[in-house]
T-cell receptor, first 123, second 122 residues
Framework: AQKVTQAQTEISVVEKEDVTLDCVYE???????LFWYKQPPSGELVFLIR??????QNEISGRYSWNFQKSTSSFNFTITASQVVDSAVYFC????????????????????FGKGTLLTVNP | DTGVSQDPRHKITKRGQNVTFRCDPI?????LYWYRQTLGQGPEFLTY????????KSRLLSDRFSAERPKGSFSTLEIQRTEQGDSAMYLC????????????????????FGAGSRLTVL
């Protein structure tokens, strides 16, 4: 069974503060993908990043950075110098990569999401 | 291509009525997914199609729910005899087939979501 835990239900910061959103996952699969999605008030989930379990390199994209640590099963997301437009619900998600043929119909299609963290950035 | 489109965006119905939602995926995507999201929760997987074939259904999808993708393009999700517990946001997503992390995987298995169809059952 797969499980994603986002322990922080809500976070409130003042603009320009740095903020880290935590994500801890559980899976029996040895290979998997991890994702972060953003859901602004409009409701549409927006893809931010995908990492695979082979690659533990941290990644930076502008003000966003991700820290993947397999040893602690964590995939944390940091926003540097937060802005009001960053206010949204952020979801961490997990998808297994099945070993039985990469192009089999049953492989790596189902995302298991956490419950999300509501980030409010105040001016 | 303007992304994944869902219609209607909002639906209010009385208990016991049938409702149908439509999803138009990104045209070159061969995979289409339905998820359900209730307040304060993350999306939960319902079902998915590869082209016109429905390859898996979640246990969440009771026999009152049916999804189709007749020509491998748009999809419909029908809920018969709606119950108040069906009130939720129904999200559609599409993606390319994923051939694995090392095999042309750029962009594959990255789900692009629509804005959702919010159902309220009175």
């Amino acid at each position: 069974a797969q499980k994603v835990t986002q322990a922080q239900t809500e976070i409130s910061v003042v603009e320009k503060e740095d903020v880290t959103l935590d994500c801890v996952y559980e899976t029996r699969d040895t290979t998997y993908y991890l994702f972060w999605y953003k859901q602004p008030p409009s409701g549409e989930l927006v893809f931010l990043i995908r990492r695979n379990s082979f690659d533990e390199q941290n990644e930076i994209s502008g003000r966003y950075s991700w820290n993947f640590q397999k040893s602690t099963s964590s995939f944390n997301f940091t926003i540097t110098a937060s802005q009001v437009v960053d206010s949204a619900v952020y979801f961490c998600a997990l998808s297994a990569i099945r070993a039985l043929g990469w192009n089999s119909g049953g492989s790596n299609y189902k995302l298991t999401f956490g419950k999300g963290t509501l980030l409010t950035v105040n001016p | 291509d303007t992304g994944v489109s869902q219609d209607p965006r909002h639906k209010i119905t009385k208990r016991g009525q049938n409702v149908t939602f439509r999803c138009d995926p990104i045209s070159e995507h061969n995979r289409l997914y339905w998820y359900r999201q209730t307040l304060g929760q993350g999306p939960e997987f319902l079902t998915y199609f590869q082209n016109e074939a429905q390859l898996e259904k979640s246990r969440l999808l009771s026999d009152r729910f049916s999804a189709e993708r007749p020509k491998g393009s748009f999809s419909t999700l029908e809920i018969q005899r709606t119950e108040q517990g069906d009130s939720a946001m129904y999200l559609c997503a599409s993606s390319l087939e994923d051939r694995g992390p090392g095999i042309g995987s750029s962009g594959a298995n990255v789900l692009t979501f629509g804005a959702g169809s919010r159902l309220t059952v009175l």
